[in-house]
């Protein structure tokens, strides 16, 4: 009896811990509402959880995939599934740090929304990154030499975004 009020305890810590987790991503998130719309040099994080390519089925992602935004910099370590209609030698993701070029945000209801540009030698990427007050996020990429995919995932909450 005593092990499943100990179970039963560690459960409930651990939702409440979740819950309190959540809690302080959206109390940033309604803190600095207009972070996510000018950076003023924060850096912003987008965790990947599925992805869902064009004409195939959502894959779950297990890896923490992610794309880092800070200032004018982006950094994208993401999968991809689809048709490619050029590919490089450097491998099948999509994985480049540089500089974010023709930046643009606005506010949609209760939705952030960030478009920007980024590139490599070898392909154009342009991002569509639509984040909602509760820190879920949807991203789409739309590249040269690919086909689109758009990914699902969350906000998640950095030192800088805390202080």
Same mark, same amino acid.
């Given at each position: 009896? *005593?092990?499943? /009020?100990?179970? $039963?305890? $560690?459960?409930? /810590?651990?939702?409440?811990?979740?819950?309190?987790?959540?809690? !302080?991503?959206?109390?940033?998130?309604?803190? *600095?509402?207009?972070?996510?719309?000018?950076?003023?040099?924060? @850096?912003? &994080?987008?965790?990947?959880? /599925?992805? +869902?390519?064009?004409?195939?089925?959502?894959?779950? =992602?297990?890896?923490? %995939?992610?794309?880092?935004?800070?200032?004018?910099?982006? !950094?994208?370590?993401?999968?991809?599934?689809?048709?490619? %209609?050029?590919?490089? +030698?450097?491998?099948? #993701?999509?994985?480049?740090?540089?500089?974010?070029? !023709? +930046?643009?945000?606005? @506010?949609? #209801?209760?939705?952030? &929304? $960030?478009?920007?540009?980024?590139?490599?030698? %070898?392909?154009? +990427?342009?991002?569509?990154?639509? &984040?909602?007050?509760?820190?879920?996020?949807?991203?789409?990429?739309?590249?040269?030499?690919?086909?689109?995919?758009?990914? !699902?995932? @969350?906000?998640?909450?950095?030192? =800088?975004?805390?202080?």
């Amino acid at each position: 009896m *005593k092990a499943i /009020c100990v179970v $039963l305890v $560690l459960v409930a /810590c651990f939702f409440l811990r979740q819950g309190l987790v959540y809690a !302080d991503v959206e109390k940033n998130m309604s803190e *600095k509402g207009n972070v996510f719309l000018s950076f003023d040099g924060q @850096e912003l &994080i987008f965790q990947a959880r /599925c992805a +869902y390519p064009m004409g195939g089925s959502m894959v779950s =992602l297990t890896y923490p %995939y992610t794309l880092k935004l800070g200032g004018d910099s982006i !950094d994208v370590h993401l999968p991809y599934y689809g048709r490619a %209609y050029q590919i490089s +030698y450097a491998g099948g #993701g999509i994985d480049f740090s540089g500089k974010i070029k !023709d +930046y643009a945000s606005e @506010e949609k #209801g209760d939705a952030f &929304i $960030l478009n920007f540009e980024a590139g490599t030698s %070898y392909d154009l +990427y342009q991002f569509h990154l639509e &984040i909602e007050k509760d820190a879920s996020a949807n991203l789409t990429v739309t590249m040269r030499n690919r086909q689109m995919i758009r990914f !699902d995932g @969350e906000i998640v909450a950095t030192e =800088l975004q805390k202080k």
